[in-house]
């Protein structure tokens, strides 16, 4: 009997609204994050992830305010994500309503956070997110700042050391296929997952249900997607409106060009998916 | 008015969210009079079951929860918060517990009977389903569909000495455990109803409409 597959929703939000790029750049604005959260928790979403884009570049998580209004009426796990730095910056996320935060660039930094945060806020409340870049050597180097900062670190070795100082799953995301809709990089899904005991969040590339099952068939506990399902979402709201009037706009305004190859649907189209190959999950 | 009791562990916001939403008025107190003078209470909880009782003790908040528990108002554990309930854990050490319910709290095997390899903590969903049929009526589970799914984040189960207090069980892995119990006036749950969407928030609904009065 297998564990459960978690389908989750991954917005990432730039101060107030909800972006995507492609290979974590170019972001485009697509709606309001409430709107979208709302949506996917009626429609069956297993946790959702919010994502400070641009947080690590200020050193601040600027979501508060976001999370706080989640909470009051989404009752599902919401990790955070972005900027988190510190063991009162987690606090305070959490504080807000955040049930967990995935952390990358300061964990790289100060390795020794992971042991810290586990050990004060429970090893189950800390994600670390690696963020992976295929080498032209076919080996994987952790990235930080949304694939930016180039660490030298081997992502194999990093995953088995952040599971020993106490992190209680990986939020693995290839920057590679990040927003191109080509599908999950299996291969580091599969390395991953087999070298960890700890669940594994395969995140970056969904453009279809298929790239969603071939995920979990390469060893993911969990699948993060953004793309498929905001397409589907705002396919389903042509009267969008209600964003702010920052960032770039264009997408909305322009008659919404999607990106070709990626699949228009909903949780419920991913989770049918899954239930009809016999991949357990929650779905009824 | 109901206390959710704070013992400087866990996240508490998002009981007190859930209670807020379905309007059941709550209260996030670590004042003993306060818990000894509401109509009932919650013991949430994530993280170390020896950090959580050290801290009962320090805020002398454990003589005070076996009162209110003795007076036969209800009362309700959450995931390490029904685990404390338990007579001891073999967490980190064998740590005592405050021992309403006789039995232990154990961490699940690496591997299960299979061979294979057992991810945890267990995080994710997972059903419960009745031990024996009809056992739900007239509990907080009564609008639970038998093997609805429920939010779980742990690394330990508890398991009773006495089934009768098994309200329902789950399978994680191959491996049956306990993941909820009624005893008496206490209820208490391995999952998150809070984190459980609309199926867990009926629970803290109707444990409120079948115990507050």
């Known amino acids: ?284 | 008015m109901i206390t959710i009791i704070d013992y400087q562990i866990s996240n508490l916001f998002s009981v007190k969210h859930a209670c807020d939403f379905l309007g059941i008025e709550a209260e996030i107190s670590s004042d003993k009079n306060a818990l000894l003078k509401s109509q009932g209470a919650i013991l949430p909880g994530v993280g170390a079951f020896g950090d959580a009782m050290h801290n009962l003790e320090k805020l002398d908040l454990v003589g005070p929860i076996k009162e209110f528990i003795a007076s036969g108002k209800p009362f309700m554990g959450i995931c390490l918060g029904m685990q404390l309930l338990f007579s001891e854990s073999e967490e980190f050490g064998i740590n005592q517990g405050l021992n309403i319910i006789p039995g232990k709290v154990m961490k699940f095997p690496a591997k299960n009977q299979e061979g294979e390899i057992v991810k945890i903590p267990q995080i994710g969903w997972n059903q419960i389903y009745e031990p024996s049929a009809e056992k739900w009526k007239n509990t907080p589970l009564q609008a639970i569909k038998n093997n609805e799914f429920m939010y779980f984040v742990h690394s330990y189960y508890a398991k009773p000495d006495r089934d009768e207090s098994i309200l329902s069980l789950t399978n994680y892995k191959g491996l049956e455990y306990c993941s909820s119990i009624l005893h008496e006036n206490v209820f208490a749950t391995q999952f998150h109803p809070e984190k459980s969407a609309k199926e867990g928030m009926k629970i803290y609904s109707n444990w409120a409409a079948t115990t507050l009065k």
């Open chain 1, 1 to 284: 009997m297998s564990q459960n597959i978690r389908v989750i929703p991954k917005l990432d939000i730039k101060g107030p609204n909800l972006v995507k790029g492609i290979h974590l750049e170019g972001l485009r604005v697509l709606g309001k994050p409430e709107d979208f959260a709302k949506y996917y928790y009626e429609a069956g979403a297993d946790e959702l992830i919010y994502i400070d884009v641009v947080a690590s570049l200020y050193g601040r998580n600027s979501l508060h305010d976001i999370v706080a209004k989640t909470a009051k009426e989404i009752f599902i796990p919401l990790t955070v994500a972005g900027g988190l730095r510190t063991i009162e910056d987690i606090r305070s996320v959490l504080r807000a309503g955040a049930d967990k935060v995935s952390i990358n660039t300061a964990a790289i930094n100060n390795p020794s956070l992971i042991r810290e945060a586990s050990r004060v806020f429970g090893s189950s409340t800390i994600t670390i997110s690696i963020e992976a870049i295929k080498q032209s050597d076919g080996s994987y180097l952790a990235y930080t700042d949304n694939g930016r900062e180039h660490t030298g670190v081997e992502v194999l070795t990093w995953a088995k050391t952040v599971e020993e100082l106490g992190a209680g799953e990986i939020m693995l995301t290839s920057i590679d296929r990040e927003g191109t809709g080509r599908g999950y990089d299996l291969e580091l899904t599969k390395a991953v997952s087999e070298k960890v005991s700890i669940p594994v969040i395969a995140c970056g590339g969904a453009g279809n249900s298929q790239h969603v099952l071939e995920a979990v068939e390469a060893g993911a506990n969990a699948v993060a997607m953004a793309s498929i399902l905001h397409y589907g979402f705002i396919e389903k709201h042509k009267n969008l409106s209600g964003y702010h009037e920052e960032g770039n706009i264009e997408f909305l305004k322009s008659g919404r060009e999607y990106l070709p190859g990626i699949d228009k649907v909903d949780i419920g189209d991913v989770k049918k998916y899954l239930h009809q190959h016999n991949v357990p999950c929650r779905y009824s």
